[in-house]
């Protein structure tokens, strides 16, 4: 079963977050998904990206923090298997930023971050909701849908996603590099109607517009 904030986050009591939070008054949402330390690793347990990825993540969660309008801060922390890197209770499981009190914590065990958890009751369907993190091609991809299937604007920003090379089990085992298949995944959401946006536009995506 998922856990989420609405439950005591496993082996995470130090950095329990509220769960009284409304989640109706907020019309801007930054969506962390498995900023975690397997992911952003040194190689080969990280993500090829991680020495890029994992400041640009850093420098967007500090943006949206010191905001004159913050947005809900959520971080989605993903729970692996055993003897997976991100194994609960494990190093690598843990989140990279520790979350502040009023940014919930929801725990999740399918690639669609919506599925099994609280994360649809904290988020309106009219939320705009900024997404980073970990993997495009599958938490990211399968959140960033299911948001845009329940009404949501979704932006994502390049550079602040990233995922492993894929091994190509019917092409004869060629490998796609990482870099790659970012960028499939890019277009594919911004042709479902997510909207892609660079670390340049950082300044803007948090002010009231």
């Given at each position: 079963?998922?856990?989420?904030?609405?439950?005591?986050?496993?082996?995470?009591?130090e950095h329990r977050p509220r769960t009284d939070i409304p989640p109706y008054e907020h019309e801007r949402v930054l969506l962390?998904?498995?900023?975690?330390?397997?992911?952003?690793?040194?190689?080969?347990?990280?993500?090829?990206?991680?020495?890029?990825?994992?400041?640009?993540?850093?420098?967007?969660?500090?943006?949206?923090?010191?905001?004159?309008?913050?947005?809900?801060?959520?971080?989605?922390?993903?729970?692996?298997?055993?003897?997976?890197?991100?194994?609960?209770?494990?190093?690598?499981?843990?989140?990279?930023?520790?979350?502040?009190?009023?940014?919930?914590?929801?725990?999740?065990?399918?690639?669609?971050?919506?599925?099994?958890?609280?994360?649809?009751?904290?988020?309106?369907?009219?939320?705009?909701?900024?997404?980073?993190?970990?993997?495009?091609?599958?938490?990211?991809?399968?959140?960033?849908?299911?948001?845009?299937?329940?009404?949501?604007?979704?932006?994502?920003?390049?550079?602040?996603?990233?995922?492993?090379?894929?091994?190509?089990?019917?092409?004869?085992?060629?490998?796609?590099?990482?870099?790659?298949?970012?960028?499939?995944?890019?277009?594919?959401?911004?042709?479902?109607?997510?909207?892609?946006?660079?670390?340049?536009?950082?300044?803007?995506?948090?002010?009231?517009?």
């Amino acid at each position: 079963m998922a856990h989420s904030s609405l439950d005591p986050p496993l082996d995470d009591a130090e950095h329990r977050p509220r769960t009284d939070i409304p989640p109706y008054e907020h019309e801007r949402v930054l969506l962390l998904i498995a900023v975690q330390h397997a992911m952003l690793a040194d190689r080969p347990v990280g993500v090829p990206a991680a020495t890029t990825v994992g400041p640009h993540i850093a420098q967007i969660l500090e943006t949206a923090r010191s905001t004159a309008n913050p947005p809900l801060i959520i971080h989605v922390r993903n729970i692996g298997d055993v003897g997976d890197a991100d194994e609960p209770g494990t190093p690598g499981w843990q989140l990279v930023h520790d979350p502040l009190p009023n940014e919930p914590v929801i725990d999740k065990m399918k690639n669609n971050s919506f599925a099994g958890t609280a994360l649809g009751d904290l988020i309106c369907e009219e939320a705009e909701v900024v997404v980073a993190g970990m993997q495009s091609d599958f938490c990211v991809r399968a959140t960033c849908s299911a948001a845009l299937a329940r009404g949501n604007e979704v932006l994502l920003i390049r550079g602040a996603h990233a995922t492993y090379d894929r091994l190509e089990v019917w092409g004869n085992g060629t490998i796609t590099p990482a870099a790659t298949v970012e960028k499939e995944i890019e277009l594919e959401l911004e042709e479902a109607g997510v909207v892609l946006l660079e670390m340049r536009d950082l300044p803007g995506i948090f002010a009231d517009r």
